[in-house]
């Protein structure tokens, strides 16, 4: 933790300790980067793709850690490509291209 940073929540208090937050000791410099933070865009409060793996599939079923959980966007990521190598000729490739 950076020096003079405060611990949430204080020591004193009766608030439940820290649990596998972000950042943390051992991923200080992770921080969520979102499409857009404007309210009402289509992209609104959504993980960028460059967004780190430890908040992308860092929650305990491999999801994305935060309110957009129940999307199962990674679960879904992997599944789609899985089954586009299955069916895909040989030779062929395939990629995911995100539009907001």
Do not use: K, W
Not at 26 to 42: D, H, I, K, T
């Amino acid at each position: 933790m950076a020096p003079g940073a405060r611990h949430v929540p204080p020591a004193d208090s009766i608030a439940p300790r820290r649990h596998r937050c972000l950042p943390s000791a051992a991923l200080p410099r992770v921080q969520p980067q979102f499409s857009a933070l404007r309210y009402g865009l289509p992209a609104y409060m959504q993980l960028r793709g460059t967004t780190p793996l430890a908040i992308r599939t860092g929650a305990d079923d491999e999801g994305e850690i935060g309110v957009m959980h129940a999307l199962m966007q990674p679960q879904r990521e992997a599944n789609l490509q899985l089954r586009l190598a299955e069916y895909l000729r040989f030779g062929l490739a395939a990629g995911l291209f995100h539009v907001t």
